[in-house]
């Protein structure tokens, strides 16, 4: 009997969380519909942005995995791209860039089908960017196969992303950045913490993905630390 009861107890359970599951995604689809965003996943940077106000007016922000193109409508509001703003007369720069074709955005520059590990991807970023080091670098980025291939793939992401934030990200910037739970996040972690000051999880209600939310880039640490070694070697010789 009490094995019944407990059988019904968890199919009503299992049910509920299906239903409230559905009218979750229903809603956040409807919501997006009504603010004309371009997909659901919006309200994933809408409260990571909200609660840590990385988004300034006049940032330049690059945006990885852009497509369809939400993460980089709320970057264009927030850092007044397009100039619309009243309050603010400061413009910053948003450029997109994604595997896929993006449709052309009002105050964004897309590179649609560009690979961001492809070293042509950074030439071109640069000439998008002419002298503004991008203050924030965010990627929603997703491994497009699986197996072993998904494996390498998110390697390859995350690391190209440690990269370009080495190249390009100015003192002080952030990184947002999707993650898939296993030994690479560890890694990954380990490799944020070397260059950012403020390494952290994020879990937006709005998403089951984490994201690593990177603060305070350190830009110029290694290149100090080997004046120092030299300092120190050439006080030792004295
Ligand atoms: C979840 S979607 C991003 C959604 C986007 N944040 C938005 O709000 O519209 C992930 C995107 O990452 C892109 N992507 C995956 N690997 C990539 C790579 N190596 N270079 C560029 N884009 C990549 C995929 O093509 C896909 O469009």
Same mark, same amino acid.
């Given at each position: 009997?009490?094995?019944?009861?407990?059988?019904?107890?968890?199919?009503?359970?299992?049910?509920?969380?299906?239903?409230?599951?559905?009218?979750?995604?229903?809603?956040?689809?409807?919501?997006?519909?009504?603010?004309?965003?371009?997909?659901?996943?919006?309200?994933?940077?809408?409260?990571?942005?909200?609660?840590?106000?990385?988004?300034?007016?006049?940032?330049?922000?690059?945006?990885?995995?852009? !497509?369809?193109?939400?993460?980089?409508?709320?970057?264009?509001?927030?850092?007044?791209?397009?100039?619309?703003?009243?309050?603010?007369?400061?413009?910053?720069?948003?450029?997109?860039?994604?595997?896929?074709?993006?449709?052309?955005?009002?105050? !964004?520059?897309?590179?649609?089908?560009?690979?961001?590990?492809?070293?042509?991807?950074?030439?071109?970023?640069?000439?998008?960017?002419?002298?503004?080091?991008?203050?924030?670098?965010?990627?929603?980025?997703?491994?497009?196969?699986?197996?072993?291939?998904?494996?390498?793939?998110?390697?390859?992401?995350?690391?190209?992303?440690?990269?370009?934030?080495?190249?390009?990200?100015?003192?002080?910037?952030?990184?947002?950045?999707?993650?898939?739970?296993?030994?690479?996040?560890?890694?990954?972690?380990?490799?944020?913490? !070397?260059?950012?000051?403020?390494?952290?999880?994020?879990?937006?209600?709005?998403?089951?993905?984490?994201?690593?939310?990177?603060?305070?880039?350190?830009?110029?640490?290694?290149?100090?630390?080997?004046?120092?070694?030299?300092?120190?070697?050439?006080?030792?010789?004295?």
């Amino acid at each position: 009997m009490w094995y019944s009861v407990l059988q019904k107890s968890h199919l009503h359970t299992s049910v509920h969380l299906l239903k409230k599951a559905a009218h979750n995604l229903k809603g956040n689809g409807t919501a997006a519909h009504v603010h004309n965003y371009r997909c659901r996943s919006a309200f994933k940077l809408l409260e990571i942005d909200d609660k840590y106000k990385l988004l300034k007016p006049g940032f330049n922000v690059i945006d990885c995995g852009a !497509a369809p193109g939400a993460w980089s409508q709320i970057a264009v509001h927030r850092v007044n791209s397009t100039g619309a703003s009243e309050y603010n007369p400061t413009c910053g720069t948003v450029v997109g860039i994604d595997l896929l074709h993006i449709a052309p955005l009002d105050g !964004a520059h897309f590179l649609s089908n560009h690979d961001i590990t492809d070293p042509v991807t950074l030439a071109k970023l640069l000439e998008l960017l002419p002298g503004a080091q991008p203050h924030v670098i965010m990627s929603d980025m997703a491994p497009n196969a699986s197996g072993f291939k998904e494996m390498n793939h998110e390697k390859v992401i995350t690391m190209s992303l440690i990269d370009l934030a080495e190249k390009v990200l100015q003192t002080g910037g952030s990184l947002i950045c999707k993650y898939w739970d296993g030994a690479l996040a560890h890694q990954l972690q380990q490799k944020l913490s !070397a260059v950012f000051r403020d390494v952290r999880t994020v879990n937006p209600k709005a998403s089951r993905k984490l994201f690593f939310l990177a603060r305070s880039y350190r830009k110029n640490k290694i290149v100090w630390l080997y004046i120092f070694m030299h300092v120190v070697s050439f006080v030792h010789l004295q």
